[in-house]
């Protein structure tokens, strides 16, 4: 099994900054994706960013310049950096990552979810 842990969300103002981590422990072989997906009241989770294990990051259109993921590999954590915050960032948000254990089997998990809210 395979846990991930988020933290850093909370309260910011419009055009501030917050950092979102999240760790994954646990039967890991390796973390192949790790991302980060949002859901706001009332809409479905959706795509924020993601960087796999060799390659380049990947966002949504909607974040594109203001948000930054980052990895430290040797940890499986994963980091969102979002800057230049607006209102409609508000939402949970949710680390993911594509993992494969040491018995060889590649599963999706979730973490429990942060709460972003972004208000003046």
């Known amino acids: 099994q395979v846990q991930l842990v988020e933290s850093g969300g909370g309260l910011v103002q419009p055009g501030g900054s917050l950092r979102l981590s999240c760790a994954a422990s646990?039967?890991?072989?390796?973390?192949?994706?790790m991302g980060w997906y949002r859901q706001a009241p009332g809409k479905q989770r959706e795509f924020v960013a993601s960087?796999?294990?060799?390659?380049?990051?990947n966002y949504a259109d909607s974040v594109k310049g203001r948000f930054t993921i980052s990895r430290d590999i040797a940890e499986d954590t994963v980091y969102l950096q979002m800057s230049i915050v607006k209102p409609e960032d508000t939402a949970v948000y949710y680390c993911?990552?594509?993992?494969?254990?040491?018995?060889?089997?590649?599963?999706?998990?979730w973490g429990q979810g942060t709460q972003v809210t972004v208000s003046s």
């Open positions: 993911n990552a594509d993992v494969t254990s040491w018995g060889y089997n590649r599963e999706d998990y």
């Open positions: 646990g039967n890991i072989l390796s973390v192949n994706v």
């Open positions: 960087m796999p294990s060799e390659g380049r990051a």
